[in-house]
């Protein structure tokens, strides 16, 4: 009998001792001994050594004739799904509001006006000149009904319009009333 048919195998060793199954056997001879155990272990659960295994498929894995979370998507819509997982609509909004003024409220006011910038609903105009500014005040509810009929509602809830030379002082959100910046220096 050859060692492969298992019958010179030495018997195995209980887990947690430190003594060797094989003591007399070293090098080459004891890396057989513990190839032919292996084998005699797999055969013993029922698998036979050195024949590959087929997969196992799990149900739910296989692509079939159907649509299935594998399948392609289109790039658009997979942009789509990202910002809704990441729950940025507001940001891409607010975006799209800055990136498409001239399509959003035409060529005309487009042309007399630029958004400064859209924080919380809120949309800061810069008008070229103080004639446009006080029209585009006056323009306040047909610019927001626009920007929510083509936008979305809830997107942009003010306008606020500043004039070609109102210097802004102020840094951040926090606002002190007073009589602001003045010539001190002299």
């Known amino acids: 009998m050859s060692a492969e048919d298992g019958a010179d195998e030495p018997p195995a060793v209980p887990r947690g001792t430190d003594a060797s199954p094989w003591p007399e056997l070293t090098g080459p001879d004891l890396v057989r001994a513990a190839l032919a155990s292996a084998r005699a272990a797999a055969r013993a659960r029922g698998v036979s050594p050195g ?5 196992v498929r799990r149900e739910g894995l296989r692509s079939g004739s159907g649509p299935d979370a594998r399948d ?20 891409t909004s607010a975006a799209r509001v800055l990136a498409n003024w001239e399509q959003l409220v035409g060529a005309e006011i487009a042309d007399h006006c630029r958004p400064a910038s859209l924080q919380d609903g809120e949309l800061v105009l810069v008008a070229e000149s103080s004639a446009w500014a006080t029209q585009l005040r006056l323009l306040d509810r047909t610019l927001l009904a626009r920007l929510a009929e083509r936008v979305g509602s809830g997107v942009v809830d003010r306008v606020v319009v ?9 840094k951040g959100p926090r606002r002190v009333r007073g009589r602001g910046p003045r010539d001190t220096y002299g």
């Open 51 to 55: 024949v590959p295994r087929r997969p």
């Open 72 to 91: 392609p998507v289109r790039f658009g819509e997979m942009i789509d799904r990202l910002v809704v997982e990441r729950g940025w609509q507001d940001t």
């Open 162 to 170: 500043r004039g070609p030379a109102q210097a802004d002082w102020r």
